[in-house]
């Protein structure tokens, strides 16, 4: 008998109705849904249930539990990568064998891929942004301690992240989990990233019919250049005299700016206790969303929590006499929760994703007040953004 094991996290379906005795390429399942992706080396397809939409992506037992496993650690420690629910193996098959395997994860609602960001109209503005968000989810994974082997465009999913973009990442099939990264494989994954990210641009090139010479085959060189200021930005040893400690809670709200934790300081006195030296230890990008989550119990992006924090502070402000927390709470019985109401009730491509259309209207409602001179309350920025009819997002 062709009997699958499975093993599949709680809350999610057991998976059993779909037809493991066969291969992932010949399934044609009711369940199937045709949505885009990248390009892949490994047959994916998507299947919608109750509980959500789920990738099935069919690899070897071998590295299927390998992969299950990773990505359950990165989840631990909030890394930005897919959610895996489950691993399955055909005994039947050898274990490293393509097909004896399977992972599950969690489709990654309103991402897109490099092709369509690339393609659109506004990637020429949007070009900082992508980079940047490249750079940054490698600095984030290797502050986390993750050596990624296979970084690509094709390997990340991209979306709308407040005003910006973010990147998760999809693939960890070559990944590995170390308490600290050396500089040395930093560079070997560095190295990695650069040759595929050339390998895409080629790729690109070649499909729209150019010469390689019209290719951007520099831009993961671009790519590591940002990273690396990142990098040092974030672990670089500053000395201070002993009497400018202020700079030391400088430095960290530079690092919370940038959405990183600060999880531990090393100072060493230097020159006879003149100056100081200052080490930190930076942890994952998760500031913005810890605060905005134990403030107020909102869940979003870390860059969302920001823009969404901003608006809390707003609030806060013509409302002195309120404590923090009942602050916090009024914000979001009287603002927050109305508005994605009226959000969602819109019904078009503004309410897909009601945090990010939250942030969205933030914006508009900056916008607004900055156009007229005078803060606009809700309501009235609420009726305009209704009679714009644009779609929230930007490309
Ligand atoms: N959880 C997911 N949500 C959305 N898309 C996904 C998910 N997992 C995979 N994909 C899509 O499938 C493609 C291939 O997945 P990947 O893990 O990179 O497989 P491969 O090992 O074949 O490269 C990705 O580029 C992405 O477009
Ligand atoms: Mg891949």
Known sequence: MSTPNLRIRSGHPDFLDLPWEKSLTEWDHPRRLHLPKGISRHEVRFFGYDTGVYAVKEISARTALHEFEILRRLEEIEAPSVVPVGV??????DENDEQSGAVITEYLRHAFSYRELLSGPGFGGRRNQMLDAFALLLVELHLLGCYWGDCSLSNVLYHYDADQIAVTMVDAETAELVPRLSKGRR??????????????MADIAASRDLDLDHADLALG???????????VELTHD?????????RINERILRINDLGFEVEDLHLTAEDGGHRLRIGVTVGGRTFHQHRLRALTGVEASDEQSRQILNDLSHYRANREELSPEIAAIRWRAEQFEPMMASLRSLGDLRTVDPVQAYCDFLHHRYLLSAGLGRDVPNDEAFEQW??????GYPI
């Open 386 to 391: 209704v009679e714009e009819g644009q779609p």
């Open 88 to 93: 399955v193996e055909r005994p039947w098959i």
């Open 221 to 231: 060189e671009d790519i590591a250049d940002r990273y690396r200021n990142l990098w």
């Open 187 to 200: 560079e070997d994954d560095l190295a990695i990233m650069v040759e595929n990210v050339a390998g895409g």
């Open 238 to 246: 500053e000395v201070i005299p002993v009497d400018e400690r202020f």
